[in-house]
């Protein structure tokens, strides 16, 4: 397979940095002339004092990625703070407010299916054999918003080969840990418990696939999907799920979690595409979190050159 | 003697009555511009301003809705005095919610807007309900109901019930995958129309049965 390096995006289509003023600064300057608000003053003053400060400031990638964006790394207090984990509940602060008492270790992973090697197989041991390294991707939410994010991982081919799948093995499916009494959302039947997930074989050998551990060098939040989670950046974020306990190689195209809840508006593949929009509202442009205007959503969420290749010749209207 | 009823009695509570709801209604909005302004909101400010003056146009048709019914039910007259206010503060959130969308999140794209009207059909639908608020609100004077007439008058404002339903359909047809909100708003909104039906029905067997 020959996979390019980036140019990543042309330089002309990023929204060049004096174009977009800070969101916070931006919203509070309008609502305070839009309303003519007599607080207008204080406003003016929290938006003096809210400059950035966090991780993000310090941070620098150990080891960089052949793919990594070099666009602006959303803050670590957003990352952790908006977050679409049903699990934990339905809104973006939910997984935050409610996975405290969520027990991310000790952790053990079941390796199933047409593979050399299966069996139930200790966090530590599973991880043990690789070096993780940072990878800075874009993260597009299928309901419009994005974020880009510095996660800490190792790539997934590396850990699917040590297992040795067989030429059985057409897909690869995933599953999320069902804990209800530490998972308050999977309480109530708003998805099908436990969420599960599925990728072609030849996606999850794609070197941008990634089985995440930490954001910003350090190990993940439970909110982020603690202890182990997928990353795969040129698909919708529902595709890469979260507290993995299960790893199954399979033959056959499996259903998943958002598919069955509905199929009309969820497929198997899930791509970022602008050009085929959700039934219920469009693809094409997305707010980057920490921006006012929305921008332009790329193909493959960016990532053409890494992953085109594996769809060509599919209908991707039909294979949304 | 007659002893006024608990209800209708004059008086500094009557007095402030209305003020003190007023100023209740504001509460929404305001609490919205303070975590706007002191930074409260998530990290996706936007979002949040678009579903909480959505959810509180919701809020407000619901509570206007509800204010014949308890009138007639419980014989609570004083609420009459604040249906039009509180139908203009549903007019209220409903803008603020509408212009979120025109000028927050499009940014008056308008070739985006009008391509956004008939294929997405929960904005076709709140986009309706807006539209049905603005001759009530427009026509909520006095002089409109001495201008139109009683009857008229009423038969017109009777498009709140139409756009009630759109509001509705509107926040049902956005959801993911939980419509447990939605549908609790659905509920409540059959319970305040079919109250109104019933007491339709009943009058009109009533008037029959007399003559």
């Not at chain 1, 507290?243 to 399979?250: E, M, Y």
């Not at chain 2, 039906?197 to 009109?204: A, F, K």
Request: hydrophobic share 40%; charged share 20%.
């Amino acid at each position: 397979m020959l996979i390019r390096r980036p140019h990543d995006i042309p330089s002309s289509e990023i929204t060049p940095e004096d174009s977009y003023l800070n969101r916070r600064e931006f919203i509070r300057k309008t609502a305070a002339l839009g309303a003519g608000m007599a607080i207008a003053g204080a406003g003016l003053t929290a938006a003096a004092t809210a400059t950035a400060g966090g991780p993000q400031d310090k941070w620098r990638p150990k080891s960089p990625g052949p793919y990594d964006t070099d666009e602006e790394l959303t803050p670590y207090t957003d990352i952790t703070s908006y977050n679409n984990f049903y699990e934990f509940g339905i809104d973006k602060g939910d997984p935050a407010a409610n996975s405290g008492s969520f027990k991310p270790s000790p952790w053990k992973v079941e390796v199933a299916g047409e593979a050399k090697k299966t069996g139930l197989i200790d966090l530590e041991d599973l991880l043990k054999p690789h070096t993780p390294v940072d990878r800075i991707y874009r993260h597009r939410c299928v309901e419009g918003w994005s974020m880009v994010i510095p996660w800490l991982g190792i790539p997934l081919a590396d850990v699917l080969n040590r297992f040795g799948p067989t030429s059985k093995a057409r897909y690869v499916h995933f599953t999320t840990v069902l804990r209800p009494e530490e998972m308050p959302g999977q309480k109530r039947s708003v998805l099908a418990w436990p969420y599960v997930e599925g990728l072609r074989m030849d996606e999850a050998m794609n070197p941008l696939t990634l089985l995440a551990t930490g954001i910003y060098g350090k190990s993940l939040l439970n909110q982020n999907g603690a202890p182990l989670r997928l990353v795969v950046p040129w698909k919708y974020g529902f595709k890469s799920i979260k507290s993995i306990v299960k790893i199954n190689f399979i033959g056959t195209q499996p259903k998943t979690t958002w598919e069955l809840s509905a199929p009309g508006e969820y497929g198997f593949y899930s791509n970022v595409n602008p050009e085929v929009d959700h039934p219920r509202w469009s693809q094409a442009r997305e707010r980057r979190i920490g921006e006012f205007f929305k921008r332009k959503t790329l193909m493959f969420n960016g990532y053409g050159e890494q992953v085109a290749s594996m769809y060509s010749g599919m209908d991707l209207r039909k294979n949304f | 003697m007659t002893v006024p009823p608990p209800g209708n009695s004059p008086g500094l509570a009557h007095r402030l009555f209305k003020p003190a709801v007023f100023l209740l209604c504001l509460i929404p909005a305001g609490a919205l511009a303070w975590n706007l302004f002191t930074d409260n909101l998530s990290a996706n400010p936007i979002k949040d301003i678009t579903e909480e003056t959505g959810t509180w146009t919701l809020r407000f048709v619901m509570i206007t809705l509800a204010v014949t019914p308890l009138r007639k039910a419980f014989g609570w007259n004083r609420l009459g005095r604040i249906r039009r206010m509180l139908g203009l503060f549903t007019f209220m959130y409903a803008t603020l919610h509408f212009f979120t969308y025109v000028w927050l999140d499009q940014f008056f794209d308008i070739e985006s807007i009008l391509a956004d009207i008939p294929k997405r059909p929960f904005i076709l639908a709140g986009f309706t309900a807006f539209v049905l608020f603005i001759p009530l609100a427009v026509t909520s004077t006095a002089g409109w109901v001495r201008r139109l007439g009683g009857k008229r008058w009423r038969f017109l404002h009777r498009a709140v019930y139409i756009s009630a339903i759109a509001g509705v359909v509107h926040y049902l047809w956005l959801v993911k995958a939980d419509i447990r909100r939605p549908v609790t708003y659905g509920v409540i909104l059959a319970i305040l129309l079919g109250y109104r039906l019933v007491d339709v029905l009943r009058n009109r067997n009533v008037r029959r049965s007399r003559g």
